[in-house]
C-alpha cells in the first residue's frame, strides 16, 4: 500500500503567513493527490484535486503543487477561518490512504 | 443538492455487529464510487472501503478486510458497512463519501458522521 507522510504534524502562525504543508508518497502517484482541510466536529472539505486543481468555491489563497512523490499545499495570506487540519489523499490505487495530517494552529 | 445522512452507529461489545446506512439524496449512488472513512477520536482519517459506480467492485483497508463488508441498495439510494468481530479500535466517527466522478479523484460530498463506539 502507498504511504503518504505530511510533515509537518502541526505549525504555528499568523493571520496574513504564507503557509505550506508538504506530502510526501512512498511511491510515484502521478498527480493522483487530492487535499482537505477539516474543522473540529465537521466532516471534510474538499480543497484540491489532481495535486494542484482547486475544487470550484475555494478561495484562490489556496494552491497545491507537485507530481510523482512530493506534493505542497499552500496557503497564502492566512486567514482566521483557515486554522484547521489538512489532510493528503491518493487516489492512485486501492487502498486510498490518507495523510497523517497537519494542524495549523495560532501563534 | 447532494446529500449524504449516516445513521446506525452506537455502543457494541467486541466481537459484536453493526450495520451502518448512508442515505444519500441529490444524485444515484449507481452512477458514483461511494467510500466509508472512519476517524478514531483525536486521530486522522483512515479510508476503509469503497464500492464501484458502475461496476460491482468492493475494496478494502487490510484492518477490515474479511470482517467489514460494503453494499448499496441502488433503489433507495443507500449505501451500507456491514461490520462484523467489532474490535476496539473500530471506535471511530464513520463517514460516507462520494467520489467526484470516475474520471476524477477526491470526494466532494461527505456525509455528517456516525459514530460506533467498541467498549465492553
Known amino acids: 500500500a502507498i504511504q503518504l507522510t505530511q510533515s509537518p504534524s502541526s505549525l504555528s502562525a499568523s493571520v496574513g503567513d504564507r503557509v505550506t504543508i508538504t506530502c510526501r508518497a512512498s511511491h510515484d502517484i502521478s498527480t493522483t493527490l487530492v487535499w482537505y482541510q477539516q474543522k473540529s466536529g465537521k466532516a471534510p472539505k474538499f480543497l484540491i484535486y489532481d495535486a494542484s486543481s482547486l475544487e470550484s468555491g475555494v478561495p484562490s489563497r489556496f494552491s497545491g503543487s507537485g507530481s510523482g512523490t512530493d506534493f505542497t499545499l499552500t496557503i497564502t495570506s492566512l486567514q482566521p477561518e483557515d486554522f484547521a487540519t489538512y489532510f493528503c489523499?491518493?487516489?492512485?490505487?486501492?487502498?486510498?490512504?490518507f495523510g497523517g495530517g497537519t494542524k495549523v494552529q495560532i501563534k | 443538492e447532494v446529500q449524504l445522512s449516516e445513521s446506525g452507529g452506537g455502543l457494541v461489545q467486541p466481537g459484536g455487529s453493526l450495520r451502518l446506512s448512508c442515505a444519500a439524496s441529490g444524485f444515484a449512488i449507481s452512477n458514483y464510487a461511494m467510500s466509508w472513512v472512519r476517524q478514531a477520536p483525536g486521530k486522522g482519517l483512515e479510508w476503509v472501503s469503497a464500492?464501484?459506480?458502475?461496476?460491482?467492485?468492493?475494496y478494502y483497508a487490510d484492518s477490515v478486510r474479511g470482517r467489514f463488508t460494503i453494499s448499496r441498495d441502488t433503489s433507495n439510494n443507500t449505501l451500507y458497512l456491514h461490520m462484523n468481530s467489532l474490535r476496539a479500535e473500530d471506535t471511530a466517527v464513520y463517514y460516507c463519501?462520494?467520489?467526484?466522478?470516475?474520471?476524477?479523484?477526491?470526494?466532494?460530498?461527505w456525509g455528517q458522521g456516525t459514530l460506533v463506539t467498541v467498549s465492553s
Open positions: 464500492i464501484g459506480g458502475s461496476g460491482p467492485g468492493t
Open positions: 489523499q491518493h487516489f492512485y490505487d486501492y487502498p486510498l490512504t
Open positions: 463519501a462520494k467520489r467526484v466522478s470516475i474520471l476524477r479523484s477526491g470526494f466532494d460530498s
